[in-house]
């Protein structure tokens, strides 16, 4: 806890120190930094247990953004940039014991090594040369109900060595506030192919008459229209994008405006992955569910798609920083692992150990399965 020449050195609430580098949240009781509390949802003081609501300005709102108006802006600050932008290095002094905290690449939320007090790079999420946040999801799962998650994901892996399973888990959870563009668009497809529908013919072979399934194929084709609302893409690098596709779905319902105080205590990053990379990656999200209606359009027992031709209309945005991620790193048998947990569902991805026996002796037992139920059917004829 602080001592008394620190508490009377101390900013006042959500002042900014370092010239505008840095944001820290101090308590009002007792000087100490406030952290978010996922319980409260409010600000919370460690120490003595004031908690301070966490105030929203009146015209705060989460709206939707033209695509392409932002575009446009987008490339003229880069031209004025000539290139720059804000996910270098940077020092932010802790105003807690005085050391420098080094923010690295697009990182922009953090604690001090040294005396472990939440700190903030500040002005980063607002400036003038990025596309500014719109919403922040809060954590809602606890640390200590994320490791039961954990825990439970562990003992469900099936082909997981058992001293894995028995052992578990060991290692630091991180509270992380990642970045996510959402697109919507409006989508009008046409397309062609087959459709094949299922009939059952008698035939003899071998003085044997037996009913043999075939299909018949017809000429299909048409348009579809359908309106995509939230489609999510991960505005960082570095991480497994189809785990976090996996975290899905979100409550995005419960979005609230863009504030610092939420990602008191925890970690957050930037966008690296630019507006205009991210809408092709929610582009194959679209297709693969436009594929899913045309199949269901053509009908059928089977089908085969020879095109689709879409056309995206009206395509909005939201800038969805941030959504909570509970991250563990673990290693085992010296191969390193990531884990990553919905810090609002609770839903738990990650990377696991397999276990060549356990898959060995699976896939031996299958083929003898399938081997003596061939040798019953023959010995039946």
Known sequence: MPDADARSKSPKPGESVDDGKGRIFPCDNCGAD??????????KCPYCGHEKLIELAADADIGEQDFHTILVK??????KSNGQDQSGQSEVRC?????????VGSLTSSECPYCGSPIQLDKVHDSPKRIPVHGVLPFQIEKEKARQNLTAWVRSRWFAPGEFALRGVDGR?????????????????????????????TVTENNQTKQERRTRWSPASGSHQRFFDDVLTLGTKGMRRDMMDALEPWPLESLQPFSQEL?????????????????????????????????????????????????YDAITFKHLLLLPVWLLA???????????????????????????????????????????????SKLMK
């Open 173 to 201: 959870f991180n509270g992380v506030y990642l970045p996510f563009w959402t697109y919507d668009s409006m989508t009008f497809s046409r397309y062609s192919g087959e459709r094949g529908d299922h009939y059952f013919v």
């Open 263 to 311: 990602l008191a205590g925890f970690l957050a990053r930037t966008y690296e992955v630019e507006l205009d990379e991210g809408f092709p990656i929610a582009k194959q999200k679209m297709d693969a569910g436009i594929a899913s209606d045309v199949r269901g359009l053509i009908g059928g027992d089977e089908q085969r798609v020879s095109e689709i031709k879409t056309r």
């Open 34 to 43: 406030l952290e978010f509390s996922i319980g409260q949802q409010d600000l």
């Open 95 to 103: 105003v807690g014991c005085g050391g420098n905290v080094v923010f």
């Open 74 to 79: 987008v490339r003229e600050w880069r031209e």
């Open 330 to 376: 673990y290693r085992y048998h010296d191969k390193s692992y990531q884990i990553f947990i919905n810090a609002v569902t609770g839903e738990v991805q990650g990377e696991r150990p397999y276990s060549f026996w356990k898959i060995f002796l699976t896939v031996l037992l299958a083929v003898g399965i399938v081997a003596t139920v061939a040798l019953v």
